[in-house]
């Protein structure tokens, strides 16, 4: 289901910037558009490479066997979408699939229940930053 390349960033010295930056982002849009109960982030973040074989993610949810724990991802588009063809994160929130920004920087947060892909890219490379946010149980 799934065909891309992945790596994982953790914090330290050199990184710390970063992980403020996409825990404070999350902070502040929980905050205003869901109000889950988070505990922070969880397994680093990871670094996801699609190339132009085709490289694609099939419908799945981020939340699930041995990641429960999971309540809130994102996806923050580090590529220019100049610089690929396809690759469109997918969000099933209804019959039709809503398309998320495609804009570099755009970082796009929804539910891990959400089932989402990414289309095959057909062209270029297209990079993301992903993360979960976890906490308790949903009440």
């Known amino acids: 289901i799934r065909h891309c ?17 996409v825990v404070g982002t999350a902070a502040k849009v929980n905050s205003e558009t869901f109000n889950y109960e988070l505990d922070g982030l969880k397994d680093g973040l990871q670094l996801t490479c699609y190339d132009s074989e085709g490289q694609h993610y099939g419908w799945h949810q981020d939340r699930g066997f041995g990641t429960f724990e999971r309540k809130l991802s994102m996806t923050l588009q580090l590529s220019d979408p100049k610089d690929y063809d396809g690759g469109e994160l997918e969000l099933k929130w209804a019959a039709n699939p809503l398309q998320a920004k495609k804009e570099r920087g755009v970082a796009t947060f929804f539910p891990s229940f959400t089932t989402h892909r990414v289309t095959p890219v057909t062209r270029g490379r297209r990079y993301s930053l992903v993360a979960w946010f976890v906490g308790p149980p949903f009440k």
């Open 5 to 21: 390349s992945i790596g994982f960033m953790f914090p330290n010295d050199d990184t710390e910037w970063i992980f403020e930056r």
